[in-house]
């Protein structure tokens, strides 16, 4: 059975940090990202990574504040410096084959975790 759990999320104040992980169980994936949701809005996607850790990709709205990594091939990180107010949202953990599949209906996700910003 395929299990995704986060932890790490929580309450902060804007500018600090948090870091988020997730780890997978019951098979391997070759991406692994998370994407979050906010109230009202839709799910949207924040970062990925392939399974060696060499290829990442952020949404333009955190790069140079959310770094991506991977450890141990189905543990994955999402470290947040300079959180916003507009960070505030329910994180999902995702994994799936391709990373043009990650987010669709082939996508395992995790069951979230909230990070709020306060301002």
């Known amino acids: 059975q395929v299990q995704l759990v986060e932890s790490g999320g929580g309450l902060v104040q804007a500018g600090g940090s948090l870091r988020l992980s997730c780890a997978a169980s019951?098979?391997?994936?070759?991406?692994m990202g998370w994407f979050r949701q906010a109230p009202g809005k839709e799910r949207e996607f924040v970062a990925a990574?392939?399974?060696?850790?060499?290829?990442t990709s952020y949404a333009d709205s955190v790069k140079g504040r959310f770094t991506i990594s991977r450890d141990n091939k189905n543990t994955v990180y999402l470290q947040m410096n300079s959180l916003k107010f507009e960070d505030t949202a329910v994180y999902y953990c995702?994994?799936?084959?391709?990373?043009?599949?990650?987010?669709?209906?082939?996508?395992?996700w995790g069951q979230g975790t909230q990070v709020t910003v306060s301002s």
């Open positions: 990574i392939n399974w060696s850790g060499g290829i």
């Open positions: 995702a994994a799936d084959r391709t990373t043009t599949a990650l987010g669709g209906p082939t996508t395992y």
């Open positions: 019951g098979r391997a994936f070759y991406v």
